[in-house]
């Protein structure tokens, strides 16, 4: 198990567990129970890097224990 710090570039961090062979629409899911959100809505990306893909695990993007990711929402514009 890792512990992936999601920012939402707002000010507020949240620290989500999961397992580094999570794909990334499992771990949306738990970020969006996390923050109050539809996972839908949910971007998630390296700083400067393009949002990850769904069908992609989060090892697959070298996610490991500690690692801060980027939270932006899409709303739909």
């Known amino acids: 198990m890792i512990i ?4 939402d570039r707002l000010g ?5 567990p999961a397992f580094a062979s999570d794909k990334i629409k499992d771990f949306k899911v738990m970020v ?3 923050v109050g ?4 809505e949910i971007l998630l ?3 400067g890097e393009r949002p990850f893909k769904d069908q992609l695990s989060l090892a697959d993007y070298g996610i490991s224990n ?5 939270l ?3 709303t739909g514009d």
């Not at 500690?66 to 980027?70: H, L, R, T």
């Open 12 to 16: 507020t961090k949240a620290q989500i």
């Open 45 to 47: 990306k390296r700083q």
């Open 32 to 34: 969006a129970m996390k």
């Open 4 to 7: 992936v710090t999601v920012n």
């Open 37 to 40: 959100r539809e996972p839908h």
């Open 72 to 74: 932006e929402v899409d």
């Open 66 to 70: 500690g690692v801060q990711i980027d």
